[in-house]
């Protein structure tokens, strides 16, 4: 398990015991669930741990991970209630940051965001998490599409690298990525506290939007992309540029 993972065994004892006990596990279930375009169920997804990494699962292991992550295959259909929006509504969570966007230290306070470019006809997307202690990028991803794939993949590549996350506000809009059940409950686990704009006000979320249209402004509007791996090409570049080399000049 601490090879797939890529993490040793004290590491993952440590995080196990103090932390959601599913989440590592989660990590794999999830990699097999995207590795089928999220059409496995429990069943081949066993198959699927089995075969790949030579992890035995039980199967209703599987499917308690799967419905506490809500990873739902896609020939899965909600059952038709008029309760859907309200349960929505239910996850919108109160603005933690009220627009005080200084932090004391690291991993105190995290702004995410998702942003979009349109090249030759067609559209990518951006998730970022920014940290408000030093305003560098934690984690980004680029993907042909907006969905909670791009959110949750952004999401844990930030905490692959930051494990000492609890007690964290993560701040967003209220997109329907940020209000998903898979996002809460990963967000749960870790003892991070989720933190909303209130709606049509992207001053609330402003660090993270000022830095997707500085990224636009310095680099995506200077270039002719004519190919998502030039796109993605130009934003590694200049989020690697960003977060090693580029002067900072504060506001007095």
């Excluded at 995207?34 to 992890?55: M, W």
């Excluded at 499917?63 to 992550?69: A, S």
């Excluded at 067609?122 to 984690?139: Q, T």
């Excluded at 993907?143 to 844990?156: A, C, Y």
Aim: aromatic share 12%.
């Amino acid at each position: 398990m601490c090879e797939v993972l890529n993490i040793s065994k004290r590491t993952y004892y440590k995080y196990r015991n103090s932390e959601d006990k599913d989440y590592y596990d989660y990590l794999i279930v999830k990699e097999i669930f995207d590795d089928s375009r999220c059409t496995y169920g429990s069943r081949r997804i066993v198959e699927g741990l089995k075969i790949k990494y030579g992890v035995i699962f039980n199967r209703k292991k599987v499917q308690r991970i799967m419905n506490k992550y809500y990873l739902k295959p896609r020939y899965y259909k909600e059952p038709k209630t008029n309760n859907n929006q309200k349960r929505l509504e239910e996850n919108v969570k109160p603005n933690l940051l009220r627009r005080d966007f200084t932090a004391t230290r690291l991993n105190q306070k995290w702004c995410t965001d998702v942003t979009y470019i349109i090249y030759k006809g067609s559209r990518a997307y951006l998730s970022s998490i920014i940290d408000l202690y030093d305003r560098k990028i934690v984690s980004y991803v680029i993907s042909r599409f907006n969905n909670n794939k791009l959110v949750i993949d952004t999401l844990n590549q930030a905490l692959a690298k930051r494990k000492d996350v609890h007690g964290l506000i993560l701040h967003s809009d209220q997109g329907f990525q940020y209000t998903s059940y898979e996002y809460k409950t990963i967000c749960a686990g870790k003892g991070i506290l989720i933190s909303m704009s209130a709606k049509g006000s992207p001053a609330d979320n402003s660090p993270i939007e000022n830095w997707h249209s500085l990224l636009k402004k310095e680099v995506l509007y200077n270039n002719n992309i004519t190919s998502l791996s030039q796109y993605i090409t130009l934003v590694e570049d200049w989020i690697e540029f960003y977060n090693t080399s580029r002067i900072s000049i504060k506001k007095k």
